[in-house]
Structure formats: structure tokens, C-alpha cells
């Protein structure tokens, strides 16, 4: 898939590429049915709005799966992730592009790895970071 | 919603914090892995057919997330309804594979009462560890659940 990066060519508050995507209903039922989240908030427009929300919204979990798929195709084919953290602040609902962006906020050595620390976050067309989170991973060297 | 005074005691803090579920396990299956790469939009091959780095198929990061009902109770009844979740913080150690048995255990590290602009909150810090068949802890996820 991508290319590799290596450890030497990234430094602090280097931007990760931004990536957009466009979650459907589709996908909500796809995901539903893939992790057995039936709760019908994520495809039932009726049920819903009959909780209080204005439309059908996008599985938390899904989205945290998005930020972990935008860390590890940044990370390359060797690239390992260590850690993913995270927080659901906002709704985001299908049919809206949502943007993932990052950058990288650390990069050290420990024990025999070497680390990289991201700040990454889910954007909504009103860019409010709906879904902020952090990632940790291991790098190769290119020695 | 609830317009009732819960109020979380020291000792009900105390006897809910440490509490375990009951060990959930599932056998991963590669349909499985690749649908779930699938939904989530992720066309890494790693997942579908492997790559050498990851020496054959190993599940996405969140895949864990398809395991279902792993609840430690509470050992009180709190008034709420409504369930939120407000996020995870994962730790991975080794790759899941195809194959695998993962056994996920939850525990509650921490409890906690607050009133925000949803009313009276009751938010919960769950761990979860799930281990493989060679007793090897794979992943830790750690969530914040908010009842209200």
C-alpha cells in the first residue's frame, strides 16, 4: 500500500497527510453488522430522532477505527502501533466528509524502539474536532 | 433524565472499583477480520491477505471492538438509563491473528459521580485485557462509560 516512512525523516510537529472521508449508511450497517453493534441510533433514522438527535450518527467505535486506519497507513507496511487513545467530544453523522489530521507531536528512543508520538484528530465540515486522540508508533530505521 | 439525587458512597465506590466481568472469548475468524476491514474502510492488505512484515493476516487495531457483552455489574443500582461512551485508550502488545482464542476480561479501575450539562452523570473507567490461547495479554483497552 503506501510507502514506507522511516524514523530519520520525521521531525516534531510534522503534519501527518489530511485525509477526507465519506462514511454512508451504508458503511454504518456494514460496520454495524461487522462488530455486532446493533444499537439503532447508527441506522435507524426514525429511532434516532426519537432520541433527540437530528439524524442517524456515526458509530464511535467506527470512528476510532478510522483514526487507527489514518496512523497505521501513515505508519507504512513496518510501522507498528503501540498505542491509540481516543475521546468522543461530538456527534458526526453520515453523508458529511469527515477529515482526519494529525501531526507528530514527539519523536524518542526506548529500549530498542524508536517512537513516535501523534496528536490526531476527526474533523467535521465545520472543522470542530469531533474526535480528538493520540497515537503512539514504532518506527524502522533506515540503519 | 433522572431527576432523582443518586448520591456514589465512599463504600459503594470501594466495592465497585476491582470488580471483574465474566471472561468473554471468541475464536477470530479471517471472514470475519477481512468484513470488518471492510466496514471500517481499511484496505491495508495486512488484513485480507497478509504482508511479510506482519507475517500473514492479522485483525485491525479496533477488531477487539466485535467482542460483545464484556460488563463487569456494578454491585449497586444507580437510576440511569442511558449509556455514552466517551472514548478508549488502547495498549498493543502482539499482533491477533486468524485462528486465535482471545479471552477478554473487564475490571473496573475507577468510578466516579458528576453533574454536566446532561444532569447527574455516573462514569466509569473499564479496563479490558484480552489475552490469546498462549495466555499472552494482546491489547488493553481502557473506556470511559458514562451513564445518565
Known amino acids: 500500500m503506501s510507502e514506507q516512512i522511516f524514523f530519520e525523516d520525521v521531525r516534531e510537529g510534522m503534519e501527518l497527510p489530511v485525509e477526507v472521508r465519506n462514511p454512508t449508511p451504508r458503511q454504518l450497517v456494514q460496520y454495524a453488522g461487522a462488530s455486532g453493534d446493533f444499537y439503532e441510533i447508527h441506522y435507524d433514522r426514525n429511532f434516532a430522532q426519537s432520541t433527540g438527535l437530528k439524524d442517524i450518527i456515526i458509530h464511535g467505535a467506527l470512528k476510532n477505527a478510522m483514526l487507527g486506519a489514518y496512523v497505521t497507513g501513515w505508519a507504512g507496511p513496518a510501522g507498528e502501533l503501540r498505542r491509540l487513545t481516543v475521546q468522543y467530544r461530538g456527534m458526526d453523522y453520515p453523508d458529511e466528509p469527515i477529515t482526519a489530521k494529525g501531526h507528530v507531536s514527539r519523536v524518542y528512543q526506548e529500549g530498542q524502539s524508536n517512537l513516535v508520538d501523534c496528536t490526531v484528530w476527526l474533523e467535521n465540515p465545520e472543522g470542530q474536532q469531533t474526535t480528538p486522540g493520540t497515537a503512539t508508533v514504532a518506527l524502522p530505521s533506515r540503519n | 433524565m433522572s431527576t432523582n439525587s443518586f448520591t456514589l458512597t465512599d463504600e459503594m465506590r470501594e466495592q465497585s472499583i476491582g470488580v471483574e466481568s465474566e471472561p468473554v472469548s471468541m475464536v477470530i475468524e479471517q471472514g470475519h477480520v477481512a468484513r470488518f ?84 452523570m455516573l462514569i466509569a473507567t473499564i479496563k479490558i485485557t484480552y489475552r490469546n490461547q498462549r495466555d499472552a495479554v494482546v491489547a488493553t483497552q481502557t473506556s470511559t462509560s458514562i451513564r445518565y
Open chain 2, 37 to 120: 476491514a471492510e466496514a471500517i474502510g481499511d484496505e491495508n492488505p495486512a488484513y485480507t491477505v497478509g504482508t511479510p512484515e506482519t507475517g500473514g493476516i492479522v485483525a485491525p487495531p479496533t477488531f477487539l471492538r466485535a467482542m460483545r457483552g464484556i460488563r463487569p455489574e456494578l454491585p449497586f443500582e444507580a437510576p440511569f438509563t442511558r449509556l455514552l461512551d466517551g472514548g478508549s485508550d488502547w495498549e498493543y502488545f502482539e499482533h491477533v491473528r486468524p485462528g486465535d482464542t482471545i479471552t477478554a476480561v473487564g475490571r473496573v479501575e475507577d468510578i466516579r459521580e458528576r453533574t454536566g450539562s446532561i444532569g447527574q
